[in-house]
């Protein structure tokens, strides 16, 4: 089994700062992609950021230039650094990973249950 577990939500004001963490844990031979999605309520889920095996990031229009994603493939832990944050950034995020338990397993992708985070003066 593998098991995602994020960390570092919270309530904030506009214009704050969080850096949400999610580790995984459990039968892990390699991770390829890693990545943050969020869920408003009423709305879809979307793709915030991804980075790939090998760290190159990607990230939705709307977050790009404010959050930062990273990686620390001996922790097999994502980040995500959120600056200027704003109201329209308050949602449940939630971590994604592609991951291969043993060498000879497919890739199969897993989630994390999800952090809250909110932004409101």
């Known amino acids: 089994q593998v098991q995602l577990v994020e960390s570092g939500g919270g309530l904030v004001q506009p214009g704050g700062s969080l850096r949400l963490s999610c580790a995984a844990s459990?039968?892990?031979?390699?991770?390829?992609?890693m990545a943050w999605h969020r869920q408003a309520p009423g709305k879809e889920r979307e793709l915030v950021a991804r980075?790939?095996?090998?760290?190159?990031?990607n990230y939705a229009a709307s977050v790009k230039g404010r959050f930062t994603i990273s990686r620390d493939n001996a922790k097999n832990t994502v980040y995500l650094q959120m600056n200027a944050l704003d109201t329209e950034d308050t949602a449940v995020y939630y971590c994604?990973?592609?991951?291969?338990?043993?060498?000879?397993?497919?890739?199969?992708?897993?989630w994390g249950q999800g952090t809250q985070v909110t932004v409101s003066s």
């Open positions: 459990g039968t892990i031979f390699s991770i390829n992609t």
């Open positions: 994604n990973d592609v991951v291969k338990k043993t060498r000879w397993d497919y890739w199969g992708s897993y």
């Open positions: 980075i790939s095996q090998e760290g190159t990031p």
